[in-house]
């Protein structure tokens, strides 16, 4: 926790409490590509506890929506295999059978995508696809799935569901749809919801509505959230954790308020530095130089190590994710001594300040 | 005086007087007014910036302003001229002075042409020099824009997102335009490189002098780049001041919304915990609501709203807005 903070993110509490809902180890997926087998991630380690939002961020291609995917087992067809445990509520859905992957997917983990439209049924109204997801999963009868249909369109902010229950999907905007998708994954009330970029597609004032539902669903049904984006301003309004994947790799793993005031790993520090909202006004805004490199071409030791201002000697070798006390990790062997720059820090107060005012 | 009727500013390098595009539906049945009646100039040498939600209207201006589109009504001038009283040649000559540089940087390289190839091609079509001549030209603007002179050889998927819109950047410039229009041009690219394209745009204004309009819907980019911003709603401006001034003091209820409503990296600390929640989405620009476009989503909506269109006023110095209550006292703090 950063000096001054209030010590209130609940995460840290519900990491202490209850054995974790969902435990990741070692996760690593392949690809069969032309050039050959392509390791896309590796050594992903992370802990959700019941009822806990996680972000999971980090920038284009660096494996967020494969480890959302592989959770539930709904890899691409040139999947070439996956190393490692995923344990959710002590079954290892790494290893676990189709069948009882079925049984668990939609029902207790469901998943929701960043374009509504294409993972909606075109040809069937929104209503009969939200009570099909419950009546493949229980054992309740049409008129049931009708009723509790139309009570999770209205408890996600559709007005007058009884008469958009029966549109089909292109009648409805995109926040509608999007909605429609959130209530189709809650239907069967999931343990777990994982979500990818669910706003990126989104106008401002409409994402700002659907992040709160986000969060109000997942504060009243305790239901466990893993929201993946690229946008650091989603997950502090969001998330009360914050796990930062670069290259294939887990390379943060903190609260938010821990991520953002007090960064450990230099990438995290970079990426805060660069966003527009933190520069004064018309000043050159700090970059990181560089580019991610490809899978192709991934050097040995730390994957940051091209583009990482604190590279030295000793920084060629395999990086792990390491305690960094307080229930914190980050993958940097220097991470104690480097004193990084977070969101506020150097204090320019002027800027954060006016920021936080608006 | 009203705006639509005022002399161009001495300064203005365009100036937009009651600009109107329409569009017909792809059904022919209906009329999207996607720009309807908007008022505004820019000035030699600053970036304004434009702001809105998807579909308000912004490309359709953007590519107004550079005659890529014909408004349905209204005028755009260039240099207090309208281009298209011009002669055809005049014309091509004169719209190499006016770029325009879009999101996807994809789609405007050629992935069979070499990068310098790309770059060269509006230099050919343009007719300028010999072909030594443009190829300095062309080195000169890559060279510009941060890529090695290698880079050249290279074809476009053999480089990064950031290098393929400094590819873009560097084909805006061989031509020395003095105004470019600038659409959504770090949406595409990662977080980590956003800035360096940023801060190539601010070195290449103030090096070679050029005037930018730089559309968005990012608030953090518009407010870090430009000098004044406008925030347009359903085709139509509603507010239009300096960037400090809209983006502190903001007078029209969906600015005040919309900052409200753009999520912070910041700590729970310095986090705002109340915040303005619209309700509903944009309607459509096919049957815009009468009087206020804004007064279904309004949360200050009166029955005048309904009954009366709000004059385009200049509330500031220099701070313009469209709505009937926006000098109310305290009205922006609600
Ligand atoms: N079917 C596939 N075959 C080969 N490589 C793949 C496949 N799917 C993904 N990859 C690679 O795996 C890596 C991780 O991809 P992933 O889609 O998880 O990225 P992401 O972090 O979700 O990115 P974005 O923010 O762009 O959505 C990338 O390098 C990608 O190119
Ligand atoms: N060529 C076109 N034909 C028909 N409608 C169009 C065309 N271009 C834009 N529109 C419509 O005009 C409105 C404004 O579009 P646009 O300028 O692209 O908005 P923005 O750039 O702000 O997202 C939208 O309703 C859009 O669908
Ligand atoms: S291990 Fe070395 S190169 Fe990698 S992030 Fe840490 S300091 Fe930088
Ligand atoms: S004119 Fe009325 S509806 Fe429009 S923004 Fe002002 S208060 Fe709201
Ligand atoms: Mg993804
Ligand atoms: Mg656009």
């Known amino acids: 926790m950063g000096e001054g903070q209030p010590a209130q993110r609940k995460s840290e509490v519900a990491r202490e409490g209850a054995r974790p809902l969902l435990s990741v180890r070692g996760l690593g997926i392949r690809f069969k590509t032309t050039q050959g087998i392509w390791q ?38 040139n999947f070439a295999g996956l190393d490692g445990k995923i344990l959710f509520d002590g079954v290892d859905l790494a290893s676990c059978s189709p069948r009882q992957m079925r049984a668990i997917r939609g029902k207790r983990i469901a998943m929701i995508f960043q374009e509504p439209m294409s993972a909606l049924d075109p040809v069937f109204t929104v209503g009969h696809q939200i009570a099909e997801t419950l009546r493949v999963h229980s054992n309740v009868g049409e008129e049931e799935a009708r009723a509790r249909t139309l009570e999770m369109l209205r408890r996600v902010g559709i007005a007058s569901p009884e008469r958009r229950i029966d549109d089909y999907p292109h009648q409805l905007s995109g926040g509608m749809r999007q909605r429609v998708m959130i209530a189709a994954s809650l239907i069967c009330g999931p343990q777990l919801l994982i979500a990818d970029e669910p706003t990126t597609a989104l106008d401002v004032t409409v994402q700002a509505q659907i992040l709160e539902l986000l969060r109000d669903i997942s504060e009243t049904s305790k239901t466990a959230l893993m929201l993946i984006t690229h946008d650091l301003g989603v997950v502090a309004e969001t ?25 450990l790993h230099p990438y995290t520090s970079g990426l805060l530095r660069s966003l527009p909202h933190l520069s004064p006004r018309h000043g050159r805004l700090p970059s990181i130089p560089g580019r991610v490199p490809s899978i192709a071409e991934m050097p040995a030791g730390c994957r940051f190590r091209a583009r990482c201002a604190h590279a030295t000697k000793g920084c060629e070798a395999e990086q792990k994710l390491q305690d960094a006390g307080g229930g914190r ?18 204090p320019d107060t002027s800027a954060s300040a006016r920021v936080a005012r608006q | 005086m009203t705006a639509a009727t005022a002399e161009p500013r001495r300064d203005a390098i365009v100036s937009v007087r009651d600009l109107q595009v329409r569009f017909q539906t792809s059904d022919r049945r209906a009329t999207v007014k996607a720009v309807d009646g908007v008022n505004f100039d820019v000035r030699r040498g600053e970036t304004f910036g434009i702001i809105g939600e998807s579909g308000s209207g912004k490309t359709t201006i953007g590519r107004a302003l550079v005659f890529l589109l014909n408004p349905s009504a209204g005028a755009v001038l260039h240099d207090g001229i309208d281009p ?16 325009i540089i879009f999101q996807d940087p994809n789609a405007a390289l050629n992935p069979r042409m070499t990068i310098l190839a790309s770059v060269l091609e509006p230099l ?9 001549e443009r190829e300095r030209l062309a080195r000169e603007a890559l060279e510009r824009v941060g890529l090695p002179q290698e880079f050249g050889e290279r074809y476009p998927h053999q480089l990064s997102g950031g ?60 407010s870090h780049i430009s000098e004044r911003v406008a925030v347009m709603y359903l085709g139509q401006f509603v507010e239009l001041g300096p960037t400090e001034e809209v983006a502190e003091r903001p007078l029209h209820p969906y600015t005040i919304a919309l900052l409200s409503a753009e999520p912070r990296p910041l700590p729970s600390s310095m986090r705002q915990e109340s915040r303005i929640v619209l309700q509903g989405e944009v309607p459509s620009p096919i049957d815009p609501p009468s009087g206020c476009r804004f007064r279904t989503r309004c949360p200050h909506a009166q029955p005048l709203c309904t009954e009366r269109v709000p004059e385009w006023r200049e509330l500031k110095p220099d701070h313009w807005v469209a709505c009937h209550f926006a000098d109310r006292p305290n009205f922006s703090n609600n």
């Open chain 1, 40 to 77: 896309a991630t590796r050594r992903i380690d992370f802990d959700i506890a019941p009822g806990e939002r996680v972000g999971i961020v980090g920038e284009s291609g660096c494996g967020k929506t494969i480890t959302g995917l592989s959770i539930l087992r709904l890899l691409p067809g």
């Open chain 1, 239 to 263: 998330c009360t954790r914050m796990i930062t994947m670069y290259a294939g790799e887990v390379i943060e793993d903190a609260t938010v308020d821990e991520a953002l005031v007090r960064p």
């Open chain 1, 329 to 346: 990790k980050v993958r940097c062997w220097r991470f104690a001594e480097l004193n990084l720059p977070g969101a506020l820090h150097p």
């Open chain 2, 84 to 99: 298209t009283a011009l002669s055809r040649r005049q014309f091509q000559s004169h719209r190499r002075d006016y770029q």
């Open chain 2, 124 to 132: 050919q079509l343009a007719g300028v020099g010999n072909s030594a």
């Open chain 2, 163 to 222: 290098q393929k819109q400094r590819v873009v950047i560097a084909r805006a410039l061989t031509l020395k335009p003095k105004l470019i229009v600038c659409d959504e041009v770090v949406a595409a690219l990662d977080m980590s490189i956003r800035g360096d394209v940023l801060n190539l745009f601010a070195d290449l204004q103030r090096d070679l002098g050029l005037t930018y309009v730089f559309i968005t819907h990012d608030l953090a980019v518009v």
